[in-house]
């Protein structure tokens, strides 16, 4: 099928207008990937054996299974045990708890790097755990691990799609539902491609004079 520019400006503010929803659900989903990694990670950290090996079973269930059977599982099957989401929300959830295992090991990473003499000062100083954690450790072994960080935020990013299985209208549903009406899928799927790599390749760019520079500190 033929290129045609007429067309492809004509469908083009349709199809930029669902791109609020496809960050919108990265941003949020990250969010909450964020939170739970580091809950994740201290929960497989703790010194309770059955915490321990809960949220670390809970953890490699959720990382070796696919995020799009996840994300079925919590639109279509969640209503039959009283919990109705809509798309977004089922969406962010699916996207958050599934990455979220993901950082958690890249946590325990950034934590694994501190030495161990960090630990004795926050012992020679007699903090609490929680000062421990929030003074000493976590301000070491977070800058370190944000070009990882990073990286996994624009992987979810193009997993977005993956969220048009769920009926969210994001941007390729939106140039799908473009293609079906007007049996022309050429032009709309390839602007969502062009789309997500206009915001993905700046964004590694960053990401990579962030690591450079994290590199230089440390």
Known sequence: MVWDWSYAFDILPEIASALS???SATVVGFILALVLGLIWT???RST???VHHVANGIVRFIRNTPLLVQLYFIFYVFPSIGIALDPFTAGVIGLGVHYSTYLSE???SGIESVGPGQWEVATALNFTKRKTWTRIILPQ????VIPVIGNYFITMFKETPLLSAITLVEILQTA???GA???RYTEPLTIVGVLFLVLSYPASLLIRRLELKIAERY
């Open 21 to 23: 929803v496809t960050i």
């Open 42 to 44: 201290l929960l497989i």
């Open 48 to 50: 309770n054996k059955i």
């Open 106 to 108: 890249v946590f325990r």
């Open 141 to 144: 072994a977070i800058p370190p």
């Open 176 to 178: 799908q539902n473009i």
């Open 181 to 183: 009406s007007t049996f």
